[in-house]
């Protein structure tokens, strides 16, 4: 809902009323609610998300991009990437949507930009989600592409604006964000993408069309940073890209260049110049939600999560000691990403695994997405989307690209000894993506005070989610012990990450 200037003039000083004697109080009670404390609190939030249609990360260095580039300086970068087939291609239609939704394309159902069998009612994008927590939230989206704004972005948003080429969209939003009350705004760039479509990013033309971007971005800052209210308003901003392309033009496969992309985020939070591994573009809309002091649903089933609540697990402390390739020369001769060292409190039982294979996975091993899935591509390991920064996998079928002894695939991961409450109930979870195509199995065990394994779910069939698991813990146990064993006889492969056990 839009509001007056007058009226929302209104509406923050009855929140400041409100909010100034709870601030005093507070301080009285002796809590820290110094001047800088009760300044934030009266800040409104505001969030502008910009959009850069087949922005190709790596090229950035080759463009003059100072505005972006000044953004990054000023907070966070994280480079990431998306699914391919047969998940679904490196289009627009998924981009957009699992960006804007915070779903992957296995929920949000958008495969191709003709959007058939979206699934828009379940996973609404997050300024929807914003209207229904607050409908006087003044929300505003201007999109280049079409169905940014008439199918992406649903009706309960304020403002849907369509632009007549970037030049056009980026007038409309540069006008809208001086002289509305725009609290949540979208601003999609489509030019990028049609220079990268005609050109390829090997091309003079495509850096071109990131230049003009980039100054069209500068002028949509500039008019956040002069608005009259800016110095009491809280702005967080954020700029992505819904796939990348390929040096020769194109995009929808697999390569490296089409499925990278990237967010970009200034605000508070984000530390200047820093630089993450583990945030993923469908991280967004969590984002932009937590910044309004909207928590998700767990009914909502996000895939996505708020940037500030990440954090790194046991696997992504081996990110400094990752190795290059060893058997794997399709891949970069420089490129780090693979370790069969546990981090600590880890170990891998290897003792049924036969001798030789592909060194770099034998057995359970550690590895980046950009080592492990171009490793191969066009085998489904491109569907490993919810696993983040490092991640352990089980990999029967690239394993057995090289000699071995006789015998099949067996390794077990096993993980530390983490503290229960015994007689209550446990919460094992982690991310999975378990694929099949061949003979092979999948058990995960749970072990109390070093006693017997049992097991807790046994994997047979393809499965791509995080799962949340409820054991009971009996009575007198203090410690419980998680492991993952996996048989294969060059079948496909079984990955986990950001594994948790709660009491």
Do not use: C
Request: overall charge negative.
């Amino acid at each position: 809902m839009h509001l007056s200037p007058s009226a929302r003039a209104a509406l923050v000083g009855t929140v400041a009323a409100v909010l100034l004697p709870l601030a005093v109080s507070a301080h009285a009670a002796g809590a820290d609610a110094g001047p800088s404390a009760a300044t934030a609190a009266v800040k409104r939030p505001k969030s502008l998300v910009i959009g850069v249609d087949g922005a190709t990360f790596a090229t950035f260095d080759q463009a003059k991009m100072p505005r972006v580039k000044g953004l990054m300086a000023a907070g966070m970068t994280a480079t990431g990437n998306l699914y391919a087939n047969p998940m679904a291609p490196t289009s627009s239609g998924p981009g957009w949507s699992t960006i804007a939704t915070g779903v992957w394309p296995d929920k949000h159902k958008v495969v191709d930009n003709a959007f058939t069998g979206a699934r828009y009612d379940l996973y609404p994008d997050y300024a929807t989600r914003l209207e229904s927590a607050d409908p006087t939230l003044d929300t505003l989206v201007v999109g280049t592409w079409g169905p940014i704004p008439t199918t992406v972005f649903g009706p309960a948003v304020d403002a849907r604006l369509g632009g007549v080429g970037d030049a056009d969209t980026t007038a409309t939003a540069v006008s809208r964000l001086s002289t509305t009350d725009a609290d949540a705004a979208f601003v999609h760039l489509d030019d990028v993408d049609a220079a990268g479509h005609a050109s390829g990013t090997g091309s003079q033309a495509y850096l071109n069309a990131l230049e003009t971007a980039d100054t069209e971005i500068g002028r949509i800052l500039d008019a956040v940073t002069s608005r009259p209210t800016y110095a009491d308003e809280d702005w967080q901003i954020l700029v992505t890209a819904d796939h990348g392309h390929k040096p020769t033009g194109g995009h929808g496969g697999n390569t490296p260049g089409e499925r990278q992309t990237f967010v970009i985020a200034k605000g508070a939070g984000f530390a200047p110049g820093s630089v993450r591994h583990d945030v993923k573009v469908t991280d967004v809309a969590p984002t932009v939600l937590s910044h309004f002091g909207i928590a998700p649903d767990p009914a909502w089933q996000l895939d996505g999560r708020a940037i500030g609540t990440l954090a790194p697990d046991a696997f992504d402390a081996l990110r400094p000691s990752l190795r290059t390739r060893v058997d794997e020369l399709g891949l970069p001769s420089t490129l780090k990403g693979w370790t069969t060292t546990a981090p600590g409190g880890w170990t891998v039982d290897n003792s049924a695994m036969p001798t030789g294979g592909v060194t770099e996975w034998r057995g359970w091993s550690f590895a980046t997405d950009e080592f492990w899935t171009n490793a191969a591509l066009g085998q489904s390991r491109e569907t490993n989307v919810r696993a983040r920064d490092v991640f352990a996998v089980a990999d029967s079928d690239e394993w057995d690209d090289k000699a071995h002894g006789a015998g099949q695939f067996d390794s077990t991961l096993v993980g530390p000894a983490l503290a229960v409450t015994g007689g209550a109930s446990a919460t094992v979870s982690y991310a999975t993506n378990y694929k099949v195509d061949g003979p092979q199995t999948g058990d995960v065990y749970i072990s109390f005070d070093g006693g017997p394994r049992q097991l807790l779910r046994s994997y047979r069939a393809d499965r791509n989610a995080f799962e949340r698991l409820t054991v009971a813990v009996p009575a007198g146990a203090t410690t419980a012990r998680l492991s993952f064993r996996y048989t294969g006889t060059n079948s496909a492969f079984w990955t986990i990450d950001q594994v948790t056990l709660t009491s």
